[in-house]
């Protein structure tokens, strides 16, 4: 059980907005940013955004962040085959003198 | 560029010590606004940190871990080491290093992971 609950999958056609949450506690999200990475089939992840909804450089901006109390959301707009890949939310846990957690993860599926 | 790169045995035994180590290239382990951490991913499964650590030697650990982890560092060889003990099959997976910049409180830069199984 992972200490951020996503869904396990989303869906969407190319062109499409879809987005990808997050929720946490008070501990976590709450009280910390949440950083969102990506990992494409086969690679290690990529960091997609960073404090709640800074892009690093490269990173298109069809992807943006966002964060309201102890849950945090992923949107993807203008959906493209290439999105095709798993999701991770991520972000620093106050309790037991401090940790960092993910989510379980998100597949996204472009159909 | 930096880039960060695994290396280590990919079949560890029960009850053995896994030892892994992150070499750092194009650019300094010794930097102070960065943070140096292992993650690890087991088959078909989400990720879960080990353990940071910073050029000064400080290390943090995930407390479900901190029992069987040390995470060390040489900055003459611009590397760093993860070692857990005492082994099982729970831990096979994936083990990656990454950078966490203190700026973006993020891991910016990750490693192209190691797999490593443990069995007889």
């Known amino acids: 059980q992972s200490v951020l609950t996503q869904p396990p999958s989303a869906s969407g056609t190319p062109g499409q907005r879809v987005t990808i949450s997050c929720s946490g506690s008070s501990s976590n999200i709450g009280s910390n940013t949440v950083n969102w990475y990506q990992q494409l089939p086969g690679t290690a992840p990529k960091l997609l955004i960073y404090?709640?909804?800074q892009r690093p450089s490269g990173v298109p901006d069809r992807f943006s962040g966002s964060k309201s109390g102890t849950s945090a959301s992923l949107a993807i707009s203008g959906l493209q085959s290439e999105d095709e890949a798993d999701y991770y939310c991520?972000?620093?846990?106050?309790?037991?003198?401090?940790?960092?957690?993910f989510g379980g993860g998100t597949t996204l599926t472009v159909l | 560029q930096l880039q960060l790169q695994e290396s280590g045995p990919g079949l560890v035994k029960p009850s053995e010590t896994l030892s892994l180590t992150c070499t750092v290239s194009g650019g300094s382990i010794s930097s102070s606004t960065y943070y140096w951490g292992w993650i690890r991913q087991p088959p078909g499964k989400g990720l879960e940190w080990i353990g940071s650590?910073?050029?000064?030697?400080?290390?943090y650990y995930n407390p479900s871990l901190k029992s069987r982890v040390t995470i060390s560092v040489d900055t003459s060889k611009n590397q760093f080491s993860l070692k857990l003990s005492s082994v099982t099959a729970a831990d096979t997976a994936v083990y990656y290093c990454a950078r966490r910049g203190t700026a973006e409180d993020a891991f910016d830069i990750w490693g192209q992971g190691t797999m490593v199984t443990v069995s007889s």
């Open positions: 991520a972000t620093w846990d106050d309790s037991l003198n401090g940790y960092w957690v």
């Open positions: 650590m910073y050029y000064s030697g400080s290390t």
């Open positions: 404090s709640n909804n």
